[in-house]
């Protein structure tokens, strides 16, 4: 108990400490800002949830003496939160029934089915929008105040220090006002994704994982997932606070759908002889470019809707070992 709470500190601390960098206005603390929930969630997938919930716990303490409460709210939903729940959905299983890894119950442990990576996405998803939305309503609680404090606050950062703001500015300004809670949720959704995938790496290579790898490829979210997804469509137009809210949740979504295409890819890929060149440029292509996520998004719904890996699988049995 004593070695998981020295843990415990040591992650808050690490994590605190790269939550508050971003008060010295440096490029590399925007870097650290987002890496935040890391070291809570190695604790949590290494040490277990407890360590996590007892390094959030701290490290939100420290943040609310030194800072104020304002940021240990801050801290304990953007960081917190997700690295102690997401760390405890990925080492949540259960005994599969009538399911035992040797010749006799007595002698070896029941096998256990884990929290699927579809619904871990899922949770991913919630919270970029509880983030993103939070973030946005303390700007204000209807549509017209929020964009108004967005484009000044823009207005401020792009117009030189005593000048007047012209034409471009002030058209650049109107696109990134509307393009701002889409960029903020898709910003959300990739870095708590890489951050909890490189949690498990680190607690894998460690020897630490608690739990096997998942097998990345065959992740799929709940069907009910495309309804969901509908609906949010449906109310991006209605206008207003809702619209915004609405425009947060399907990008959430269609990201966690673009996930799933990436998956997709490495399934259908595995026959190719340089599978691992073109799977390279692929994640280089969307990296770079960023637009080319269109393209996985629409492949993650294809599969969703026609089943392609099933159908693949069925007709060509995959030649080589999972990675």
Not at 41 to 48: D, K, S
């Amino acid at each position: 108990m004593i070695a998981i709470l020295v843990i415990a500190i040591a992650a808050g601390a690490a994590s605190a400490l790269m939550f508050a960098s971003i008060i010295s206005g440096a490029l590399v603390s925007v870097l650290l800002f987002y890496l935040a929930p890391l070291p809570l969630m190695v604790a949590a997938l290494g040490w277990g949830p407890l360590a996590a919930a007892i390094g959030g716990i701290v490290a939100a303490a420290a943040l609310g003496v030194l800072f104020g409460l304002p940021y240990c709210i801050a801290f304990v939903v953007m960081v917190a939160l997700p690295g102690w729940w997401l760390g405890h959905l990925a080492l949540l299983g259960r005994p599969i029934a009538g399911a035992t890894s040797g010749d006799t119950e007595e002698q070896a442990p029941p096998q256990l089915e884990w929290y699927p990576v579809g619904r871990i996405l899922l949770w991913v998803a919630a919270f970029a929008v509880l983030t993103t939305a939070g973030t946005l309503l303390t700007l204000g609680t209807d549509a017209e105040t929020i964009t108004g404090a967005l484009r000044r606050g823009l207005l401020r950062i792009l117009t030189p220090s005593g000048g007047q703001a012209g034409g471009d500015i002030e058209r650049l300004v109107d696109v990134l006002v509307m393009i701002a809670p889409v960029a903020a949720t898709v910003v959300a959704m990739v870095t708590l994704t890489l951050n909890l995938w490189l949690a498990a790496k680190v607690t894998q290579t460690s020897g630490r994982l608690r739990r096997p790898w998942p097998d990345l490829r065959s992740t799929a979210l709940p069907p009910m997932t495309l309804v969901a997804l509908s609906v949010a469509v449906g109310f991006s137009f209605v206008g207003g606070i809702l619209a915004i809210l609405a425009q947060i949740v399907t990008t959430a979504l269609l990201i966690a759908y673009a996930f799933v295409g990436f998956a997709v890819l490495h399934t259908l890929t595995q026959s190719l002889i340089s599978r691992g060149f073109w799977l390279a440029c692929a994640y280089t292509i969307v990296v770079v470019f960023g637009w080319p996520i269109i393209a996985m998004i629409a492949l993650g719904l294809a599969d969703a809707l026609f089943g392609l890996r099933q159908r693949y699988l069925r007709g060509r049995p995959p030649p080589l070992p999972a990675s």
